[in-house]
């Protein structure tokens, strides 16, 4: 089953503007990661932030983390044309203080982006 | 460097058929992990290597399928009798062992007939 889900299914925007994607997840985590998916293929990876950061930026992408709300945003600044896939938020989930890398995906928001 | 690999890039086969689906991993990546995603999901964790050992194997689902990786590096994921069912793009990832970040490669469709 899924941990993670996202908000919104489907985002459609001009270039230009600022685009947001909300995760939520429901158990203890290690770290939140968010990838990219062109076309339904590879995943890119495109930031991690740990359970004891709040917030990280890179380059356009500013990512959130709220533990108390089990929560995190992702903002994409700028958009442009070629920003156009599907993104997904993974959990890494702590199991007994441990953690392995065993990835729990969210379904995934659709981001297009007109030129 | 090159990326994880993995063949073939589609498989088309029938019902009741063996497949073998094999992922070459980024080198020197001791972690590897198989995940299979249905159209319009997200991926869903399969297995677990670590080294040469199936570390977890909880997301398999169901005795069908099963996967290797004999030496640490290459591994193969087996699918006894296929389903419709079990159409979907099954992809692979590695990672460092002192790292988080995933790696992933391009997939394989499966498409069963």
């Known amino acids: 089953s899924q941990q993670g889900e996202e908000d919104p299914q489907a985002l459609s925007i001009q270039e230009g503007e600022n685009a947001t994607m909300n995760c939520s997840y429901k158990?203890?985590?290690?770290?939140l990661q968010w990838y990219r998916q062109n076309s339904g293929r590879g995943l890119v990876h495109l930031i991690l932030?740990?359970?004891?950061?709040r917030e990280k930026h890179s380059g356009r992408l500013r990512v959130t983390l709220d533990t108390s709300k089990k929560s995190s945003s992702l903002l994409i600044t700028a958009s442009r044309a070629a920003d156009t896939a599907s993104y997904f938020c993974?959990?890494?989930?702590?199991?007994?203080?441990?953690?392995?890398?065993?990835?729990?995906f969210g379904q995934g928001t659709i981001l297009t982006v007109h030129p | 460097g090159a990326g994880v690999s993995q063949t073939p890039s589609n498989k088309v086969t029938e019902k009741g058929k063996y497949v073998e689906l094999r992922c070459d991993p980024i080198?020197?990546?001791?972690?590897l992990y198989w995940y299979r995603q249905s159209l319009g999901q997200g991926p869903e964790f399969l297995i677990y290597?670590?080294?040469?050992?199936?570390?977890?194997d909880s997301g398999l689902p169901n005795d069908r399928f099963f996967a290797v990786r004999p030496e640490g590096s290459v591994s193969t994921l087996k699918i006894q009798r296929t389903e419709r069912g079990d159409s979907a793009v099954y992809l692979c990832?590695?990672?460092?062992?002192?790292?988080?970040?995933?790696?992933f490669g391009p997939g394989t469709r499966l498409l069963v007939l």
């Open positions: 080198s020197g990546h001791t972690a």
């Open positions: 932030i740990r359970s004891n950061e």
């Open positions: 158990t203890s985590i290690n770290n």
């Open positions: 290597f670590q080294g040469t050992g199936a570390a977890d």
């Open positions: 993974a959990t890494d989930a702590r199991a007994g203080g441990t953690s392995y890398g065993k990835l729990t």
């Open positions: 990832a590695s990672r460092r062992r002192d790292q988080e970040t995933q790696y």
